[in-house]
């Protein structure tokens, strides 16, 4: 129950070195045990004979012994924060609620396999504790265990908790997977981007094509607000199909664009959860730099 699946197991990487004194697999701010050379450091500063650079000692006008300091790699602390509002309890071609849970496994096991802290925090109307789980080094199994609670958990009202989730965040710099469909005003996701920038964000839009691409082209349907409860009838032909696309597609342009002000490059999900997207999305780029 607790081996890591290397099938889900995806490598990520930060654009700044990481501070933290724990040892990890991240490129650190502090001297320590590492192979990358960092500076010269006097012997009694960092008394340590087996270290002595005789070359940069003969050279020091203060005729003092010089040792090599090496860079330490260091661990980083990942979170994935989840909108657990109605909305995202869509079915269509992929059940949302199953999307989030495989995307919770498998950042959790990438996690665990870079040697990183993980936690996870839910967001609907209420913060609950069962949805909330502090960075930690632990085992897969534990994430399992949540993924199956959330996709048999019903999911309700608005995902209020976003607005205010950069309080549980530490202040040193941390990796956060953003997961959400982001249906909320640009000016609530503008607040919510400009909370969160002193961190590494990558935000996962997860939407459906069912919800529009998926529409048949003739016909009557009667739709509902998941969140609000509020319904409406349509009567759908072609023109208004094509409209609701061509909506989407300028959704999309709109949070790429406003995300990239902030330094994030967004990653959408519209089949569903794969690794191999995330690992092509970290062999384009480099999260904090766009």
Known sequence: MNAI?????????????????????????????????KRHMPLIARPDPRRIDLR?????????????????????????IA??????SFHGN?????????????????????????GFIGCSDSRESSYVIEPQLTS????????????????????????????????????????????????????????????????LVLWDKQEYAGLPEWGSMRLQDMETGRQRTLFLRPALKQKIISAFLQRKKELQQLFRRFGYEPLFLEDGYHAPAMEQYFSQYLVGTV
């Open 5 to 37: 699946d290397k099938n889900q197991l995806f490598n990520y990487r930060v654009s700044a070195r990481v501070y933290s004194a724990f040892p990890g697999a991240h490129a650190g701010q502090i001297v320590g045990t590492g192979h990358l050379f």
């Open 94 to 118: 992929s059940s949302k609620q199953q999307v989030i849970a495989d995307c919770l496994v498998s950042v959790a096991e990438s996690a665990a396999y870079a040697g990183d802290r993980f």
């Open 56 to 80: 940069a000692s003969v050279l020091d006008p203060f005729e003092q012994y010089k040792v090599r300091v090496f860079q330490q790699p260091s661990q980083l602390t990942v979170y994935l």
């Open 140 to 203: 897969p199994g534990r994430f399992r265990q949540l993924a199956g609670k959330l996709c048999q958990s019903p999911l309700q009202g608005r995902a209020d908790e976003l607005q205010r989730v950069a309080a549980y965040l530490p202040r040193q710099p941390a990796l956060v997977f953003l997961l959400s469909d982001f249906y909320l005003s640009v000016a609530r996701i503008e607040q919510l981007a400009h909370s969160l920038q002193q961190h590494f964000i990558v935000p």
């Open 83 to 88: 909108d657990l509002s109605a909305s995202m």
